[in-house]
C-alpha cells in the first residue's frame, strides 16, 4: 500500500524566514508526485509535478525537489499570503489517476 | 482558465436520506475522480471514472455510493442512504490524462445529522 508522510505537521515562520517541508514516501513504481496548495474551505490548487528522482520545479518563492525516498518543499523568504496547507500525493503503480496523500503541512507566516 | 465546479456547496441531509453531489468537470478532460476530507484529516480517494465506467474505487466506496455521468458535462456521486460519518468534504476532481495533475472543484461540504 501507498504511504505518504508529511513533516512538520504545523510550521510557523515570520516574513522572509525561509525553510523546508518534507514529504516522505513509500510506493511501488511511482509514476509521479504531486504538490497541492489547499486554502480553507477550498479545493486543493496544484503547484507543482515530479517525476523521476533529481528532478526539481520551481514557481516564485517555491522550489520543489525529488529523491527517490522523498521530496522537499523549499520555501524563500516567505510572505504571508503563502500561508496555507501544503499536500503532497503520488500515483503509482498501475493505479493511474489515483492519488494518495499525506496529512498536510499547515504554514503560517507572520508578517 | 477552466475550473471544476460543484454544487451545492453545502448540502445537509438526515441520516438514512440519499444525496446528490453534482460536478462539472474541465471539459476537455476524460478523467474524473470523487475525493472525500474528514474535517482534519487527510484527503481521501474513493473513485475513478472513465470511458463511463468506474476504474477504480476504494474500500470506503461500498455499496451506499455510486457515481454517473448522465451527460456530456456532468458528474454525480449519490450516497443512498447517509450515514453520521459519511459527513466531509467531497471534493471532485479532472484530468486529462492519467499521471497528470488533478483539477479540483472546491468541495460540496455534507452534513449528515
Known amino acids: 500500500e501507498d504511504q505518504v508522510t508529511q513533516s512538520p505537521e504545523a510550521l510557523r515562520l515570520q516574513e522572509g524566514e525561509s525553510s523546508s517541508l518534507n514529504c516522505s514516501y513509500t510506493v511501488s513504481g511511482l509514476r509521479g508526485l504531486f504538490w497541492y496548495r489547499q486554502d480553507p474551505g477550498k479545493g486543493p490548487e496544484f503547484l507543482f509535478t515530479?517525476?523521476?528522482a533529481g528532478e526539481e520545479k520551481e514557481k516564485e518563492r517555491l522550489k520543489a525537489t525529488l529523491t527517490k525516498k522523498e521530496s522537499f518543499l523549499h520555501i524563500t523568504a516567505p510572505k504571508p499570503e503563502d500561508s496555507a496547507t501544503y499536500l503532497c500525493a503520488v500515483q503509482a503503480g498501475t493505479n493511474a489517476g489515483k492519488s494518495t496523500f499525506g496529512d498536510g503541512t499547515t504554514l503560517t507566516v507572520k508578517p | 482558465e477552466p475550473e471544476v465546479t460543484q454544487t451545492p456547496s453545502h448540502q445537509v441531509t438526515q441520516m438514512g436520506q440519499e444525496v446528490i453531489l453534482r460536478c462539472v468537470p474541465i471539459s476537455n478532460h476524460l478523467y474524473f475522480y470523487w475525493y472525500r476530507q474528514i474535517l482534519g484529516q487527510k484527503v481521501e480517494f474513493l473513485v475513478s471514472f472513465y470511458n463511463n465506467e468506474i476504474s477504480e474505487k476504494s474500500e470506503i466506496f461500498d455499496d451506499q455510493f455510486s457515481v454517473e455521468r448522465p451527460d456530456g458535462s456532468n458528474f454525480t456521486l449519490k450516497i443512498r442512504s447517509t450515514k453520521l460519518e459519511d459527513s466531509a468534504m467531497y471534493f471532485c476532481a479532472s484530468n486529462g490524462q492519467p499521471n497528470s495533475p488533478l483539477h479540483f472543484g472546491n468541495g460540496t461540504r455534507l452534513t449528515v445529522t
Open positions: 515530479l517525476y523521476s
